[in-house]
């Protein structure tokens, strides 16, 4: 049998790429044991200097087959668990909030946040009044956009430029459980934790870029459901019951969907070069779908992938 140089690349690309997510579905290797493989992208400069060196001997393909491994590598970790980026760029360690800001706003109201490279959190309190509170000084105040029915918060100006490095700030931001009906979410960078209970919300949209990311609304519920991540890692905890579908999107990025033990559930999937582990459901037509699903009771989520992990988790939790 002769093998064709021209095609030994790809084929070892496309073998270690679909190697590494099985390895991690079938429980041959850890999950965390191939967290950072996108991190070896220095080998691909070490590859090229193989491909000069060994040009004219019959060496000469050594470089690209390293280069395929490579790639084949870090393709492979991305899908089995995403780039998990994000987490480097936020406030010093052990930063705390050390100055709040609190009011009150009517009913039907929205609250938006605007993170850029630092750290956040958004949690329910009763009542209609709101709290932000900042650190790790004072003068790492965030913006605050209020009126009659809406609370915005951003990342102060210049957030993530520092002399020497990147820096952030903490912002914690209480939501008024009786008054908000809308809710967005933003971040750049850093890392943001969302456990939101209690709450009855119209819509909610999250998109996350190069961040860590994770919002929890199994205690809430929720009419209307969009969240984006790029280039970083979203878990998304849906609510028990009341949202009908749920639109998700994932891009070289790691996806968890987090849902309650009981919620009837149905995944319609769609992109390309994406490692699925939806475990319990079962395929039926374009979608996966759990034994007690049905148009009238359950949630159809809508995923759209590309070069990413999308994994099903049930009963757990997304804090």
Not at 139 to 168: E, M
Not at 248 to 259: E, G
Request: with cysteine.
């Amino acid at each position: 049998m002769r093998i064709h140089r021209g095609f030994l690349g790809w084929g070892l690309f496309f073998v270690v790429a679909g190697l590494v997510p099985l390895s991690v579905q079938a429980g041959w290797i850890a999950r965390d044991q191939v967290t950072g493989l996108w991190r070896l992208w220095p080998l691909f400069l070490v590859a090229a200097g193989l491909g000069l060196v060994l040009m004219r001997t019959r060496f000469a393909g050594l470089g690209g087959l390293l280069a395929a491994v490579t790639a084949g590598l870090m393709l492979g970790g991305v899908l089995a668990t995403g780039v998990g980026v994000g987490i480097a760029c936020g406030p010093p360690t052990g930063a705390t909030t050390v100055a709040s800001r609190t009011g009150t706003f009517a009913p039907g109201g929205d609250v938006s946040l605007d993170i850029s490279c630092g750290r956040a959190t958004a949690v329910s309190g009763g009542g209609a009044q709101w709290q932000v509170a900042w650190g790790p000084d004072e003068g790492s105040a965030p913006r605050i956009d209020v009126g009659p029915v809406h609370l915005g918060v951003a990342s102060p100006a210049g957030a993530g430029s520092v002399p020497g490095g990147f820096s952030g700030s903490v912002i914690d931001v209480t939501v008024p459980r009786d008054v908000t009906r809308s809710v967005g979410l933003k971040v750049n960078a850093g890392s943001a934790s969302f456990p939101l209970d209690g709450l009855a919300l119209d819509d909610v949209h999250v998109q996350s870029n190069a961040a860590d990311v994770r919002i929890d609304l199994g205690a809430s519920t929720v009419g209307s459901l969009e969240a984006e991540v790029n280039v970083g890692s979203l878990r998304v905890g849906l609510p028990a019951e009341g949202l009908r579908t749920a639109h998700l999107q994932a891009n070289l990025s790691q996806l968890v969907i987090c849902a309650p033990p009981g919620l009837p559930l149905r995944v319609v999937t769609s992109g390309g070069l994406v490692g699925w582990d939806l475990p319990g459901l079962t395929k039926v037509g374009d979608a996966y779908a759990s034994p007690g699903f049905s148009d009238g009771a359950g949630t159809t989520v809508v995923v759209s992938a590309n070069l990413s992990g999308v994994r099903l988790e049930r009963g757990g939790t997304c804090r």
